[in-house]
Nanobody
């Protein structure tokens, strides 16, 4: 079993920055991908960004140029550096990982951007 533990959410003013972290632990043989999804109030869960263990990244159009995803393979940890935050970025952010060909989700961390 694999656990994903997120941290770093909070309240920030528009234009500000936050960094989210997510650490994977447990029985891990091969961690191939980690990423972030988010679900805003009244919205469906959507992709924010993903990164493979090799460093290949994918970003949602809405966050390109503002968010940066990175991974520390030695620590099985993914980071999401969020900049120039907008009220529309307000959401619960969920860590996602593919470990040994199985998908896992974190419990979520809340990000609130005030205008």
């Amino acid at each position: 079993q694999v656990q994903l533990v997120e941290s770093g959410g909070g309240l920030v003013q528009a234009g500000g920055s936050l960094r989210l972290s997510c650490a994977a632990s447990g029985s891990i043989f091969r961690l191939s991908l980690m990423g972030w999804y988010r679900q805003g109030p009244g919205k469906q869960r959507e992709l924010v960004a993903t990164i493979t263990s090799g460093g290949n990244t994918t970003y949602a159009e809405a966050v390109k140029g503002r968010f940066t995803i990175s991974i520390d393979n030695a620590k099985n940890t993914v980071y999401l550096q969020m900049g120039n935050l907008e009220p529309e970025d307000t959401a619960d952010y969920y860590c996602y990982s593919i470990v040994d060909y199985r998908a896992y989700w974190g419990q979520g961390t809340q990000v609130t951007v005030s205008s």
